[in-house]
Each structure stands twice: as C-alpha cells, then as structure tokens.
C-alpha cells in the first residue's frame, strides 16, 4: 500500500542553525567538500484506505509546516521503501 510522505524544509531565505551546526562540524570529521547543509523533516502519513494527496496536502499546510518559514512537498512511495542509510 503506498504511503504518503510530506517532506518540510525551511524556506531558502530563513536561517537553519541546526543545519549551520552540522556544516561547521564536518571538516572535523574530515568532510571538505559540502557547502551547505539544511534540516528538514519527513513526516509519513498512511491512510486507513488509498492514499489522499489533497487530504495530506491540507494537513501539511495546517498542520505540519509553518507556511510562513517553511515549504512542504507530499509524494506517494511504497510502504516498504526505505532511505538508504548504514548505521
């Protein structure tokens, strides 16, 4: 069953300490080539039936971002997809 996913970031022209930290940190750990780095968050919706784009749509821009400071997106993945990540 597909699920739908609202990725939120902070709007291009809004500071990001938290990513400002991060990007000031990786030269210690030997990391020279990333110029900037932004945090976001991924919100995972699944719905009892099919997935409703409009429906996350308008909990995303209700609920979950400030429209003020921060964009949003909603796609549909497979409920088993997984980032790529290794421990």
Known sequence: MPRVVVDVMLKP???DPQGQAVA???PRLGVS???SVRI???IEID???EPDLERAREIADKLLANPVI???TVRLVEAD???DAHP
Request: proline share 0%; aromatic share 10%.
């Open 47 to 49: 719905f009892t039936g």
């Open 70 to 72: 921060e964009d949003f």
């Open 33 to 35: 080539d990333v110029s």
């Open 40 to 42: 976001g968050r991924r």
């Open 24 to 26: 000031n940190a990786l």
């Open 13 to 15: 022209e809004i500071l």
């Open 81 to 83: 997809d997984v980032v």
